[in-house]
């Protein structure tokens, strides 16, 4: 059997508990491989028809909080001497997290899911289960910890 070394892990981060979890234990990988870490957030595109000017200013103001947010994040929850870099993507959610897995060559992608199921499962679809079909890489899901993403 193929020993798989992982030195690049890619966690998309939309900051809920779900993410957060998943950035944990992928943080406790990346200390035990000494993989680099790399978070994402993906911007998605906005439904709500506006003139092209005011989006571009939103999309700026969006994209200066993102990179704080994640800059804060990486300072606090990345520990043990990981390196951990930021991206921020835009498109739909698992499309641009697949098309960062081929453009960067990552080993492993860790990402939470919120547990949805049944219905709810079917109107909002599952964007895990997405990147599970379309990653080339392996993707590691990890659960709602405390259940408030459910």
């Known amino acids: 059997m193929k020993t798989v070394e992982i030195q690049k892990i890619l966690v998309?981060?939309?900051?809920?508990?779900?993410?957060?979890?998943?950035?944990?234990?992928?943080?406790?990988?990346?200390?035990?491989?000494?993989?680099?870490?790399?978070?994402?957030?993906?911007?998605?595109p906005v439904v709500a028809p506006m003139e092209f000017n005011t989006a571009a200013i939103i999309e700026a103001n969006q994209?200066?909080?993102?990179?704080?947010?994640?800059?804060?994040?990486?300072?606090?929850?990345?520990?043990?001497?990981?390196?951990?870099?930021?991206?921020?993507?835009?498109?739909?959610?698992?499309?641009?997290?697949?098309?960062?897995?081929?453009?960067?060559?990552?080993d492993l992608v860790v990402m939470g899911t919120h547990g949805h199921s049944g219905f709810r499962h079917l109107l909002l679809g599952s964007r895990a289960e997405r990147v599970v079909r379309g990653a080339s890489c392996p993707v590691l899901t990890v659960g709602p910890i405390d259940g408030r993403d459910q």
Not at 12 to 38: I, K, M, N, Q, Y
Not at 81 to 87: D, F, P, R, S
């Open 12 to 44: 998309p981060v939309d900051f809920s508990s779900a993410s957060l979890g998943a950035l944990a234990h992928a943080e406790e990988l990346a200390h035990r491989t000494g993989a680099e870490l790399h978070l994402l957030y993906v911007i998605e």
């Open 63 to 106: 994209a200066d909080r993102i990179n704080s947010k994640l800059a804060e994040l990486r300072d606090t929850e990345v520990r043990h001497g990981v390196k951990a870099v930021t991206l921020v993507a835009e498109g739909e959610a698992a499309a641009a997290i697949v098309r960062t897995v081929e453009e960067q060559d990552f």
